[in-house]
């Protein structure tokens, strides 16, 4: 699988759709501070399946909807959309039946978010494991947020097992196994 595209309409400080191409290679986000390269990022985790507002930078989760500026009003719903190519059907079972994975998380002020592959409605934990399996969660250490590094060196051991469980890829059993033993 292959991240291609990452849409972001509403989200944080990205009020007017936007479209973020994701080319083969190395791709660069440059800007001023404050600009939205951290928000850019927090985009893609959110989709993702991340559901702690405070890894998020917010007081709520709904402090992710654009929340207004001088001269724009607030928004009441925010989502991103995020295109997986497929092509060697690598995906998980579950979302295997084609060549582009659409995957899109949707929040409404006051009613919590949800989310769809494909256009089908699907649980957060659905999402979660097909990023889990692939070693790209919302909290897998391909993600390094500002200030990540120092807490990983002051993480107590069980956070940090964690972290090398997801670099593993093995995080997706465990929570198969908990979900299994919980039925
Ligand atoms: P730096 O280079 O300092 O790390 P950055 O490019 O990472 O900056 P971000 O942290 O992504 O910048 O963006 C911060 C901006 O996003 C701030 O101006 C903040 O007001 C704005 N912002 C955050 N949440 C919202 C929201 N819900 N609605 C509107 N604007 C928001
Ligand atoms: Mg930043």
């Known amino acids: ?3 291609s595209k990452l849409r972001v309409v509403g989200f944080k400080s990205f009020v007017e759709p936007m479209e973020f191409i994701i080319g083969d290679g190395l791709t660069g986000v440059v800007g001023p501070n404050g600009c939205g390269k951290s928000n850019l990022v927090e ?3 959110w989709v993702m399946g991340e ?3 405070k890894n998020m930078r917010a007081s709520g989760m709904d402090d992710v909807i654009f929340s207004g500026s001088l001269n724009r009003p607030a928004r009441n719903t925010a989502e991103v959309i995020l295109y997986l190519e497929n092509p060697d059907r690598t995906a998980p079972q579950a979302f295997n039946d084609a060549d582009m994975l659409e995957v899109s998380r949707r929040i409404e ?3 919590g978010s949800n989310y769809k592959v494909n256009g089908k409605d699907v649980r957060a934990r659905d999402v979660q494991l097909l990023f889990a399996d692939a070693s790209t969660g919302a909290r897998s250490p391909a993600m390094v ?3 990540q590094i ?4 002051s993480a107590k051991p069980t956070a940090r097992r964690q972290i090398l469980e997801e670099a593993a890829g093995i995080s997706g059993l465990h929570s ?3 979900e299994a033993e919980m039925r």
Do not use: D, H, T, V
């Open 109 to 111: 002020r006051e009613s």
């Open 51 to 53: 559901n702690s507002y």
């Open 1 to 3: 699988m292959k991240f």
């Open 150 to 153: 120092g807490e990983l060196i």
């Open 145 to 147: 947020r500002q200030g």
């Open 176 to 178: 198969r196994r908990k």
């Open 43 to 45: 985009a893609l985790r």
